[in-house]
T-cell receptor, first 116, second 109 residues
Framework: DTGVSQDPRHKITKRGQNVTFRCDPI?????LYWYRQTLGQGPEFLTY????????KSRLLSDRFSAERPKGSFSTLEIQRTEQGDSAMYLC??????????????FGPGTRLTVL | DAKTTQPNSMESNEEEPVHLPCNHS???????IHWYRQLPSQGPEYVIH???SNVNNRMASLAIAEDRKSSTLILHRATLRDAAVYYC??????????FGGGTRVLVKP
């Protein structure tokens, strides 16, 4: 399967702990996106990368959140000092760089975070 | 980002067509209309997109009003596997997708 993969699929942590999620995009996709989805809501944009450069961050991305894509391939999303409000599904997506607004994004299965 | 309005839910019988409306009265001239769907316990999946003309692909058809202030996603013969939340999204020059609440489609056998 050559789709977008995410690891882990589920994470349970205690409030105050740090967590890190990994996303492997479709190879040769230059753009990588992170979204967050809470129960019953549509996904909300967090940030996106073009190659290794982080080009946009949402106001939702507080200073406890940091994302990296060091070599322009996989990406990590870290949440420090987790809070119960961080409980959500974290979705990763990738798309090719063709440079038009019509490019579809390919989503991974998500990482479900539960903060106790 | 321009906003879209969709009904919260719709029901259909299996093998019948489903018409999913979307209002986007504040659409700008450069906004593409995208549709994604999200099956239970999965990430969203691209369905179709268009700018001005109606579009067809193997999954669905997209009918766009002449003034572009509304559009309709058409699933020609709904199957049980089409039960999902369908999102209508306006995609502008930025790359992010701005999801609304979507329409939950229930397909009855």
């Amino acid at each position: 399967d050559t789709g977008v993969s995410q690891d882990p699929r589920h994470k349970i942590t205690k409030r105050g702990q740090n967590v890190t999620f990994r996303c492997d995009p479709i190879s040769e996709h230059n753009r990588l996106y992170w979204y967050r989805q809470t129960l019953g809501q549509g996904p909300e944009f967090l940030t996106y990368f073009q190659n290794e450069a982080q080009l946009e961050k949402s106001r939702l991305l507080s200073d406890r959140f940091s994302a990296e894509r060091p070599k322009g391939s996989f990406s990590t999303l870290e949440i420090q000092r987790t809070e119960q409000g961080d409980s959500a599904m974290y979705l990763c997506a990738s798309s090719p760089l063709a440079g038009t607004v019509s490019n579809e994004q390919f989503f991974g299965p998500g990482t479900r975070l539960t903060v106790l | 980002d321009a906003k879209t309005t969709q009904p919260n839910s719709m029901e259909s019988n299996e093998e019948e067509p489903v018409h999913l409306p979307c209002n986007h009265s504040t659409i700008s001239g450069t906004d593409y209309i995208h549709w994604y769907r999200q099956l239970p316990s999965q990430g969203p999946e691209y369905v179709i997109h268009g700018l001005t003309s109606n579009v067809n692909n193997r999954m669905a058809s997209l009918a766009i009003a002449e003034d572009r202030k509304s559009s309709t996603l058409i699933l020609h013969r709904a199957t049980l596997r089409d039960a999902a939340v369908y999102y209508c999204i306006l995609k502008a020059a930025g790359n992010k997708l701005t999801f609304g609440g979507g329409t939950r489609v229930l397909v009855k056998p």
